[in-house]
């Protein structure tokens, strides 16, 4: 059985998130209405917002083009994928 009583403490911070910081101030849903969410990374919105970040990880980090950059898993499984 759930209870639905509020809580008796509340945060010190109403911008609490889920991780370990805090929403910017200013923060509202609308930061996330481009967001693919619940789509493959193989679908067409999915693929375009890894060549978005692809590129511009080569244009800030000044990667020559010779060089192939990546994006895995944040896992050891991801590191050794790309060590393969």
Do not use: N, Q, Y
Request: glycine residues 8%; aromatic residues 2%; positive net charge.
């Amino acid at each position: 059985m759930t209870s639905t009583a509020k809580p008796a403490v509340r945060p010190a911070d109403p911008r609490f998130s889920s991780g370990p910081t805090k929403k910017r101030p200013g923060w509202s849903t609308d930061a996330l209405k481009d967001a693919t969410l619940g789509r493959s990374h193989r679908a067409k919105p999915g693929k375009a917002k890894l060549k978005e970040a692809i590129d511009r990880t080569r244009a800030v980090l000044g990667v020559p083009d010779t060089h192939k950059i990546a994006i895995v898993p944040a896992s050891d499984t991801g590191a050794v994928e790309m060590a393969m």
